[in-house]
């Protein structure tokens, strides 16, 4: 029997030199099943995308037919057709005075009269028409009236009227004292500075 050195001795395999990491198998899996995902999703976006194209081409080729139509029918079409279109523009205008209203003075206005303790919860106001309805809380009935009374005594302000005044139940605690809502009517400095829009 033959013996050879080189058969018994092996080299050392020390295992605390680090190995190369290889990925699990869940992540390939993972990574195969979001590649997948995103590509459904690139091919629902192309899909989209030709729809939306279509869509337009289609408006295109009805478009130029509409005019047509339009332009036989004459003036009776003309006169129907602006309606619609001079509703919009209405709307579109009271819009715009709503925006570039001076609310600031109505603000102004209402606070400069406003009784300690007094918040204003609500306000609604008819810029047409120069209607206010304000609505808020009061420590007690008191401070109520004393803002009342300021309204009704400034020139600006007409026909100040008390709507409602509500106290909490005996007994029930809200910690916002009284509530009230008022109507009044905008009149003198106030209402010009409205009509005027603040400037």
């Given amino acids: 029997m033959a013996w050879s050195f080189a058969a018994v001795t092996r080299w050392p395999q020390p295992d605390f030199l680090p190995r190369p990491a290889r990925p699990p198998l869940l992540a390939w899996a993972a990574l195969l099943c979001m590649s997948g995902v995103l ?14 194209d279509e869509v337009r081409a ?6 130029p037919a509409d ?8 003036s009776r079409a003309g006169a129907t057709g602006a309606q619609p279109a001079r509703g919009a523009a209405e ?4 819009l715009s005075r709503a925006i570039e209203h001076p ?23 008819d810029a047409e028409r120069g209607d206010v309805r304000l609505a808020g809380t009061a420590p007690d009935r008191r401070a109520v009236l004393k803002t009342l009374e300021a309204l ?12 409602r005044i509500e106290a909490p139940a005996a007994g029930e605690s809200t910690g916002e004292g009284v509530r ?11 209402a010009a500075d409205v009509a005027r829009g603040g400037r």
């Fill in 39 to 52: 590509a459904l999703a690139v091919d629902e976006w192309l899909v989209l995308e030709a729809a939306r």
């Fill in 58 to 63: 289609q408006i295109e080729r009805v478009r």
């Fill in 67 to 74: 005019e047509r139509r339009a332009l036989r029918a004459g």
């Fill in 91 to 94: 709307a579109a205008q009271a």
């Fill in 103 to 125: 609310w600031r003075t109505l603000f102004e206005s209402s606070e400069r009269h406003a009784a300690a303790g007094l918040r204003w919860l609500r306000l609604e106001h």
């Fill in 152 to 163: 009704a005594a400034d020139p600006g302000w007409d026909d100040v009227l008390l709507l």
């Fill in 180 to 190: 009230f809502e008022l109507r009044a009517r905008l009149a003198g400095a106030v």
